[in-house]
């Protein structure tokens, strides 16, 4: 049975920017006979699936008039031919290869689960994959290698860019540029005698390639690569949607056999409904990474690890930047790393206003107004560019998951138990699209017990102790309870707080900004949380944690033995202020 569809490769220039890829597709999908358009700005690329008989001038026709051209560079069936034609010449079935576009781009990333009404799970002509995921990202990797290593059969659906968020727009590129950015801050700045310092203006264009190489790199590294060690997964583009009865379908309408399904398909920037903000225009993250210029100034709303990092990173890289925090930064820590970390941002010369409601946005002429209220009275930062970065929602629109019986929150998060499960027993959910909290290594631990269980274990989900990180600089750090949130727990707590200035670490690094704060059970002595503010003081988390994971005491640490000059051995300082002054002890004095 053909659906008679072909899959056409286009090289397209004149992107400039991702946004470009939105008019790109739009202009595509006009085109009579277009069933789906994937266009990626970094790689110049458009990937159509469309009818027998759409001719190609007509595709490449779309584009005029515009920015844009293209041309035609390839043509092969498209996926769903084959899986409409039965399992022995299916993909995915015997002797079939995994198939990905030459850019890698695949749809999202979900586990299939038709033991639907009572069928046994079958297609109309064969047995069906032990696991169907939709989406591909971290998430549906760790899913589809978990059960591929089992000896299982996968299949992946997938619609954006192979890899997800992490690797293409969210933690690899954005860590790239904070390096960068670092380096730049870094040579103008050191403490350093003897050493010269200068103030050069930034390469901006040579910073992007060196973030889009390294993402490249990664992502064939650690998807394309690994997806092709694996035999056992099968990777179709398109995008999964289930019907009524619960079962997992492709676009096209052709089902997806599948004894169970993991749904990873991630999530997305989350806009607010800020009065004339779409009009004057904003940058998300994703576009803030790409854009061709760097803007002289810009307005960053929202102050939580994604909106403090871009700030800081693009003020080091000269831009002018005024944050504006709801409520204050990094609302749900400790209130003492708040302050800590707006004090040395200010020092570096952002704008920093705390309890600000932002009323309105408006243009004028090649600027923006952002008027907005705070606790002193009203004010107006006029930028070049915003950031909006006030949070990301599950990416779980036109799925068909409500019609199938699987429950979403309020925000349209799935709704699953400690096990990964959704309302429906065959359906599994994993990553960003189950709501907070929105860690990659969380998507990923918890999409390996989804497919675990769907196996037929019994694993959940323990998240009692999460260590958190911002990448600023200096570093936010935190894992366990704060003192407020012991107290409201009824747990006494003992708090030790050691400046960075004690730390030997830190002074011979010129560099003793932030402190380490320890939080104890005064009736047990356990450490039940640590919060942190130093340079890179995310490389000193994990101890702490350990510590809380393992019920842990005050003296489990002070008699460690800690390597002198690391910034580890400011967690053992910090234990031993519990009861000692450290500033009249010796270099690795107990």
Avoid at 132 to 143: D, E, L, P, Q, Y
Avoid at 383 to 408: D, F, K, S, Y
Avoid at 556 to 575: C, F, I, N, W
Wanted: glycine letters at 12%.
């Amino acid at each position: 049975m053909s659906t008679a569809l072909r899959r056409i490769e286009m090289e397209v220039e004149g992107m400039t920017c991702p946004s470009c890829e939105i008019h790109v597709t739009e202009r595509l999908s006009s085109v009579t006979g277009v069933k789906e358009a994937a266009v990626r700005y970094p790689d110049g690329t458009a990937h159509l699936t469309v009818e027998g008989g759409t001719p190609q001038t007509a595709l490449v026709e779309a584009l005029s008039g515009t920015p844009y051209s293209a041309r035609i560079v390839g043509e092969v069936p498209a996926v769903a031919d084959a899986v409409s034609a039965g399992p022995e010449n299916a993909v995915g079935g015997a002797g079939a290869t995994a198939v990905a576009s030459s850019t890698g781009a695949v749809a999202p990333e979900r586990v299939g689960a038709p033991s639907w009404k009572g069928t046994g799970a079958r297609d109309r002509d064969g047995a069906p994959y032990d696991l169907a995921v939709v989406g591909a990202g971290s998430a549906g990797f760790a899913a589809a290698i978990k059960v591929a290593e089992a000896g299982g059969r996968v299949v992946m659906i997938q619609s954006g860019t192979l890899g997800g968020t992490c690797v293409n727009v969210g933690c690899v590129p954005s860590k790239a540029v904070i390096r960068a950015a670092e380096a730049q801050h870094v040579r103008a700045h050191h403490p350093f005698d003897g050493i010269a310092r200068s103030d050069d203006p930034v390469d901006w264009n040579g910073v992007r390639r060196g973030k889009d190489d390294l993402v490249g790199a990664l992502r064939q590294a650690k998807y394309a690569d690994v997806l092709a060690a694996y035999p056992g997964i099968t990777l179709i583009e398109g995008w999964g949607t289930f019907d009524a009865d619960g079962r997992l379908h492709l676009s096209d309408g052709s089902a997806v056999p599948a004894r169970n399904v993991v749904v990873t398909t991630g999530s997305s920037p989350s806009i607010p409904d800020i009065p004339g903000l779409k009009d004057a225009g904003y940058l998300d993250s994703t576009a803030l990474l790409d854009v061709g210029a760097l803007p002289a100034s810009l307005a960053v709303l929202g102050a939580g690890s994604v909106g403090l990092e871009l700030a800081q990173a693009y003020a080091r890289l000269g831009v002018g930047v005024t944050i504006l925090a709801r409520s204050r930064l990094l609302s749900k820590g400790d209130p003492e790393v708040s302050d800590e970390l707006a004090r040395h941002l200010r020092d570096e010369g952002l704008e920093v206003l705390t309890g600000v409601a932002v009323e309105k946005v408006e243009r004028a002429g090649s600027m923006r107004r952002v008027h907005a209220r705070t606790d002193d009275g009203p004010v107006t930062v006029e930028v070049e560019a915003i950031l909006v970065a006030t949070g990301r929602r599950p990416n779980t629109a036109g799925m068909g998951l409500e019609e199938a019986g699987v429950e979403l929150g309020p925000h349209g998060e799935i709704v699953v138990d400690e096990r990964m499960r959704t309302a429906l027993p065959h359906v599994y959910a994993a990553g960003d699209v189950t709501g907070e909290p929105m860690h990659v290594y969380v998507a990923a631990h918890a999409a390996a017990i989804a497919a675990e269980n769907a196996l037929g274990g019994d694993a959940t989900l323990d998240l009692s102790v999460l260590p958190l990180v911002t990448f600023t600089d200096p570093g936010v750090a935190s894992v366990g309870l704060t003192e407020e949130q012991a107290r409201a727990r009824g747990i006494e707590p003992l708090v030790s707080t050691l400046p960075m200035e004690h730390v030997p670490r830190a002074l011979a690094a010129r560099d003793t900004r932030g402190f380490v704060k320890l939080v104890a059970d005064a009736s047990t002595r356990r450490i039940i949380g640590a919060h942190i503010v130093a340079h890179e003081g995310w490389e000193m988390i994990m101890e702490p944690a350990m510590a809380i994971r393992f019920r842990l005491t005050i003296e489990d640490l002070t008699t460690m033995l800690h390597p002198y000059l690391t910034l580890s051995e400011g967690v053992k300082l910090a234990a031993l202020t519990f009861e000692k002054d450290v500033a009249k002890l010796s270099c690795c004095a107990l």
